[in-house]
Nanobody
Framework: QVSLVESGGASVQAGGSLRLSCASSASILSMMCMGWFRQAPGKEREGVAN????????YYADSVKGRFTISLDNAKNALYLQMNSLEPEDTGMYYCASSHSGDMCYALIAGEFGYWGQGTQVTVSL
């Protein structure tokens, strides 16, 4: 069983930066796709960024392209999300997720992921 634990969420002002981390209790070597999702109150969970582990290809939601960067440290079994130029619309609970399948990694679809963390809150104010 894989346990994912997110950290790094905080309250920041618009224009600020945060770095989220996701630690895995087990080796992520068998995972093909890992990603970050977020959910704002009253809204559906949406994909933010994914990384296809075999070749490191990254995928981003249009709303975060150029501002967010996803990265992976296999040696530490850790996933990161660097978030710059934060906007109030980025507010939400951020979740780390992983999947043994990489076929749909590009699609940023929550249903493709079998392992989830509990989330870390990001709040961006004006």
């Amino acid at each position: 069983q894989v346990s994912l634990v997110e950290s790094g969420g905080a309250s920041v002002q618009a224009g600020g930066s945060l770095r989220l981390s996701c630690a895995s209790s087990a080796s992520i070597l068998s995972m093909m796709c890992m990603g970050w999702f977020r959910q704002a109150p009253g809204k559906e969970r949406e994909g933010v960024a994914n990384i296809f582990k075999p070749d490191g290809t990254t995928y981003y939601a249009d709303s975060v392209k150029g501002r967010f960067t996803i990265s992976l440290d296999n040696a530490k079994n850790a996933l990161y999300l660097q978030m710059n130029s934060l906007e109030p619309e980025d507010t939400g609970m951020y979740y780390c997720a992983s999947s043994h399948s990489g076929d749909m990694c590009y699609a940023l679809i929550a249903g493709e992921f079998g392992y989830w963390g509990q989330g870390t809150q990001v709040t961006v104010s004006l």
